[in-house]
């Protein structure tokens, strides 16, 4: 499963291999495992669950990046390479790809527009991830 990424690594690309470091997995799945919990809590305002779930999205991610020995160049890839990483399809990684754009508008543009359904499938795709990752 690692040809894909082969062919995405190298100078000017998205990927560069880089040897996969276990202090630093342990390290994302952590914070993104409690991120994930924290976005579940209901009582905060639902930007903040929404940067909590994308977070623990990103992080859980990278984890599975970088236990296959390839470190990203851009954040959003490690969504789009969902299916060689971690065998997650299209159902998962879109929702991550929406979410990254809706981010980026709220951190670069102020224009952060979410709403419950999205919270939701955001916390759904992130939970699938953590799945993924610890099967």
């Not at 894909?4 to 996969?20: D, I, Q, T, Y």
């Not at 159902?91 to 419950?116: I, Q, S």
Request: proline letters at 4%; hydrophobic letters at 45%.
């Amino acid at each position: 499963m690692t040809q894909p990424l082969e062919n995405l690594s190298g100078p000017g690309r998205a990927l560069k291999a880089e040897a996969p470091d276990d202090n630093e997995t342990s390290g994302l799945i952590r914070t993104g495992t409690a991120r994930l919990a924290d976005a579940r809590n209901a009582a905060l305002a639902l930007e903040s669950r929404f940067d909590l779930a994308y977070n623990a999205a990103h992080a859980l991610c990278l984890a599975a990046l970088r236990r296959k020995g390839f470190r990203a160049s851009n954040r959003y890839i490690v969504f789009q390479v969902l299916p060689h990483t971690l065998g997650l399809g299209p159902e998962v990684w879109r929702v991550l790809d929406l979410c990254h754009n809706k981010r980026n508008l709220g951190e670069y543009e102020g224009l952060m527009e979410v709403d419950e359904r999205l919270v939701t499938d955001l916390i759904a795709a992130a939970e699938r991830v953590a799945k993924a990752l610890n099967a």
